[in-house]
């Protein structure tokens, strides 16, 4: 069994619009450069319910205009997705994708002091 992470230490991927057709998809806000990767068939994703942190397993994906729509396991129904609609969708940090030397994730530099050239602090 899979260790429940903590929610507030995991990153914010994206969000549950509303269901997609009637066959349990949802259409789905991504907020990563890498959907393609971060949606795929057979990643866990997690979100937050009233039955706490739970796991939602991708079982399949397809992108319309950009945007993907997401199936998830044992979600097969347009109630069971209805259900999740607003819900945010987070990962570990431990499993985000290594970035180039000097590039980093929004949430990294949340909080960073930012210098003007002239060596002005600026918040």
Not at 4 to 25: F, K, S, Y
Not at 39 to 48: I, V
Not at 50 to 69: A, D, H, T, W
Request: one cysteine or more.
């Amino acid at each position: 069994m899979t260790d429940t992470p903590v929610w507030e230490d995991m990153v914010l991927v994206g969000t549950i619009a509303r269901p997609h057709g009637l066959r349990g998809q949802a259409a789905v806000n991504a907020a990563t450069d890498f959907p393609e990767a971060r949606f795929a068939p057979g990643a866990t994703l997690w979100t937050k319910t009233g039955n706490g942190v739970v796991p939602l397993r991708v079982e399949s994906v397809r992108f319309q205009n950009g945007r993907p729509i997401v199936a998830f396991a044992d979600r097969a129904s347009i109630d069971a997705v209805e259900a999740l609609a607003g819900c945010e969708l987070r990962i570990p940090e431990t499993e985000l994708q290594p970035l180039a030397e000097g590039v980093y994730y929004h949430h990294q530099l949340a909080g960073c002091e930012v210098l003007a050239a002239s060596g002005a602090s600026e918040r």
